[in-house]
Nanobody, 124 residues
Framework: QFLLVESGGGLVQSGGSLRLSCTAS????????VGWFRQVPGNEREGIAC????????DYTDSVKGRFTISRDSAKNTVYLEMNNLKPEDTAVYYC?????????????????WGRGTEVTVSS
C-alpha cells in the first residue's frame, strides 16, 4: 500500500523557518510528481510547490517563491519543503500528494495519494 506521511510542522515565530518532510512507503517516490499543498479551515486546498518525476523540475505558487524550496532525497524516499521567512499567513495544515503525471502541476485533482497533513502555525 502506497502511503505518505508528513512531519516537521510546528509553531514558529514570524520570520522563522521549518522543514517539512514527506516520506513514502509502499512505492518509490521518485516515480511520482510530488506536490506540497496547504489548507486553512473553510478554504480549499492550495497547491504551493511541486517537483516533477524524472526531471526534478520544480514550480511554486507566487506567494511562496523565494521563501520555500522543494527537494527530493531518493535514498530516504522523501521529499522536503524548506520554508524560510515564514509569515502568519503561512499558517495552515500542510499536505503532500503524489501524482503519476510527469508534469509541473499543483492541481489537487491530479494527485491521487495524500498524507494526513502536518500543522504549521506562524505567530506574529
Amino acid at each position: 500500500q502506497f502511503l505518505l506521511v508528513e512531519s516537521g510542522g510546528g509553531l514558529v515565530q514570524s520570520g522563522g523557518s521549518l522543514r517539512l518532510s514527506c516520506t513514502a512507503s509502499g512505492s518509490t517516490l521518485d516515480d511520482y510528481t510530488v506536490g506540497w499543498f496547504r489548507q486553512v479551515p473553510g478554504n480549499e486546498r492550495e497547491g504551493i510547490a511541486c517537483i516533477v518525476s524524472g526531471s526534478d523540475t520544480t514550480d511554486y505558487t507566487d506567494s511562496v517563491k523565494g521563501r520555500f524550496t522543494i527537494s527530493r532525497d531518493s535514498a530516504k524516499n522523501t521529499v522536503y519543503l524548506e520554508m524560510n521567512n515564514l509569515k502568519p499567513e503561512d499558517t495552515a495544515v500542510y499536505y503532500c500528494g503524489a501524482s503519476p503525471l510527469p508534469m509541473a502541476t499543483m492541481m489537487v485533482r491530479l494527485y491521487h495519494t495524500w498524507g494526513r497533513g502536518t500543522e504549521v502555525t506562524v505567530s506574529s
